[in-house]
């Protein structure tokens, strides 16, 4: 069983059956009554987000779960879903469009992922923090666009759709950031 003081951010808990990550968690001690601590938690299986406050001194019901992180290859989609290899087994793991949901915006055929298995099932897909992604499509910038002046729509090679400065052309390589799906920079050469 977690206490309260370990419940923070990126923890991976067992709540009601259930495997969640910790994206918020605030310790919160008022002048009246015991402290508490206010997560807001994420299914790892379906994606939806709760909030949940824990009192201190008292049992959270969240246990550490039974889970398996293996390293996957992505090798190519199919019209039911999405194939990977077990990079030490090789073994292929088939994942339906539903179970990848929208991680499909970052697959590229050869990227490396972590699948998170539970309970012998893959339930989630964690990238690395940043991927390079081709631009597919844009809108040509104007003349005297500056780096700090505003941003336009990219479509990247996967599909995934962000903004971008105005100066960036089509097949430039960016560097994505996985959390947000926000551009970060240029990749040179």
């Given at each position: ?99 990848v949901g929208d991680a499909k915006d970052f697959l590229l ?24 992604l081709k631009v597919a499509q844009t809108d040509p910038g ?48």
């Open positions: 069983m977690f206490d309260t003081t370990e419940l923070k951010k990126g923890v991976k808990v067992e709540l009601e059956g259930k495997v969640f990550v910790i994206i918020k968690s605030d310790h919160t001690n008022p002048g009246k009554g015991s402290a508490f601590v206010k997560c807001r938690l994420k299914n790892l299986e379906n994606g939806n987000v709760l909030e949940r406050t824990f009192k201190s001194g008292v049992s959270t019901g969240a246990s550490t779960p039974d889970l398996l992180e293996r390293e996957m290859e992505y090798l190519y989609d199919d019209q039911e879903g999405y194939n990977f290899m077990d990079k030490e087994t090789f073994e292929s793991l088939h994942l339906s469009k539903d179970q055929e050869g990227i490396t992922v972590e699948v998170l298995y539970w309970k012998n099932n893959p339930i989630s897909i964690e990238f690395p923090t940043f991927v390079n104007l003349k005297g666009d500056t780096a700090s002046g505003g941003g336009k729509k990219a479509v990247m090679e996967t599909g995934l759709q962000i903004t971008v400065p105005l100066f960036i052309k089509e097949n430039e390589v960016l560097k994505v950031d996985t959390r947000t799906k926000e551009y970060v920079e240029r990749v040179k050469g």
